[in-house]
């Protein structure tokens, strides 16, 4: 089965670089995704990593490390706005290839 | 970006009446639609996947007799709550794969709140 890992909740304040951390267990690996949700709200797609590294978009990055199973979102010049609900994915291994979600890490960008 | 559409965006109804989803997608064809669930605070599970023109896919623990769900075309699936429960109240959320285009991404609706009285 697959199951992911991620801290419940990260404080930060408006300007501030925030990491959120995802580790993971899978039988079989089609890249890590990441989504934001706000309350109330669908999730968004940030980013996706089918390989190692850092991929950049904007004020967003995300990292990933197979051999490590480990990924992260990380979060610059941080704004109100920014406060929300991320999860990190994988995708499922079988034929449908539905996606597989995280916990959810609460971040609260505090001003 | 592609855009799902859900309606209804909410919906309260009585215990024992059925109620249904409907999830769109705007500007692409989506062969396969998922449908998930979220309680307050938790992660989105995952109810169902359809194929267009095929049966659904359940996941374990889910009633496939109580939640009805419907493919019949690429551009649309509804979920149907049947003798619905206050238990069944929660956000109900449908996502949908293109027939091009990253395969990882997947674009979700806006959701579908159930409140069940």
Redesign the interface.
Same mark, same amino acid.
């Given at each position: 089965g697959q199951s992911l890992e991620q801290p419940s909740e990260v404080t930060a304040v408006e300007g501030a670089i925030v990491q959120i951390n995802c580790t993971y267990q899978t039988s079989g690996f089609y890249g890590l995704s990441w989504y934001q949700q706000h309350d109330g709200g669908a999730p968004t797609f940030l980013s996706y990593n089918a390989l190692d590294g850092l991929e950049e978009t904007g004020r967003f990055s995300s990292f990933l490390s197979r051999s490590d199973s480990y990924g992260y979102l990380l979060l610059q010049e941080l704004q109100m706005k920014d406060s929300a609900s991320y999860f990190c994915a994988v995708r499922d291994v079988g034929s449908q290839g539905n996606l597989i979600f995280g916990k959810g890490t609460k971040l609260s960008v505090k001003p | 970006g592609a855009v799902v559409s859900q309606h209804p965006s909410w919906v309260i109804c009585k215990s024992g009446t059925s109620v249904k989803i409907e999830c769109r997608s705007l500007d692409f064809q989506a062969t396969?639609m /998922?449908w998930y669930r979220q309680f307050p605070?938790?992660?989105?599970m995952?109810m169902a996947?359809s194929?267009e023109g095929s049966k659904a896919?359940y996941e374990q623990g889910v009633e496939k007799d109580k939640f009805l769900i419907n493919h019949a075309s690429l551009t649309l699936s509804t979920l149907t709550v049947t003798s619905a429960h206050p238990e069944d109240s929660s /956000?109900y *959320?449908c996502?949908a794969?293109g027939t091009s285009g #990253? *395969?990882?991404?997947?674009? /979700?609706? #806006?959701?579908t709140?159930l409140t069940v009285t």
């Open positions: - | 396969t /998922f605070k938790q992660s989105l995952l996947t194929n896919t /956000f *959320i996502s794969r #990253p *395969i990882h991404e997947q674009y /979700f609706g #806006p959701g709140r």
